[in-house]
T-cell receptor, first 110, second 116 residues
């Protein structure tokens, strides 16, 4: 399974754009990259998923370079409610398992 | 979006007793579900893969006789913590996918287990 590495924590202010980068140097050809958000005492919530280049949905964008060894989650104009832990995961196409790394704790300040 | 529901949301039990946690996919069928455990301030740790109609696959270091998993139907998987001890106190979370490995995984809201 490809291992992911993220910054442990990040601080931001309301209204700013936040970019969280994840490294996955050993990503396999068939692996997809998925980001989840987790609030305390809740299950993780899907944010966005991608394979290459750029993916955008109503809440975030995901940038994946050509070598796919990293990815960047971009949250536009964060608010206080975006304070959470963000996980970058690389799926195992053989088993479907999702193995969580340590995640990035994002603290949005007023 | 699809919903995965866990029950109960929280439970307190006495040491030595067993506790069952249910995970249901409410509007889709899931041949595979996953069980995770999360301690305070830590990430989710995969415990086992629950397969409908067959035995669960446990991750290394997880005691299969202590954490019994049953996936009797395409919409229900259960995790039973047998002979619970205070060190089993944790946040247990299940997840399921609608289809292939590269599709979105949906997570339950979690179950907070406290063993006293």
């Amino acid at each position: 399974l490809a291992k992911t590495t993220q910054p442990i924590s990040m601080d931001s202010y309301e209204g700013q754009e936040v970019n969280i980068t994840c490294s996955h140097n050993n990503i396999a050809t068939n692996d997809y990259i998925t980001w989840y958000q987790q609030f305390p005492s809740q299950g993780p919530r899907f944010i966005i998923q991608g394979y290459k280049t750029k993916v955008t949905n109503e809440v975030a964008s995901l940038f994946i370079p050509a070598d796919r060894k990293s990815s960047t989650l971009s949250l536009p104009r964060v608010s206080l409610s975006d304070t959470a832990v963000y996980y970058c995961l690389v799926g195992d196409p053989n088993t479907g398992k999702l193995i969580f790394g340590q995640g990035t704790t994002l603290q949005v300040k007023p | 979006g699809a919903v995965v529901s866990q029950h109960p949301s929280w439970v307190i039990c006495k040491s030595g007793t067993s506790v069952k946690i249910e995970c249901r996919s409410l509007d889709f069928q899931a041949t595979t579900m996953f069980w995770y455990r999360q301690f305070p301030k830590q990430s989710l740790m995969l415990m086992a893969t629950s397969n409908e109609g067959s035995k669960a696959t446990y991750e290394q270091g997880v005691e299969k006789d202590k954490f019994l998993i049953n996936h009797a139907s395409l919409t229900l998987s259960t995790l039973t913590v047998t002979s619970a001890h205070p060190e089993d106190s944790s946040f247990y979370i299940c997840s399921a996918r609608i289809g292939l490995w590269n599709t979105e995984a949906f997570f339950g809201q979690g179950t907070r287990l406290t063993v006293v």
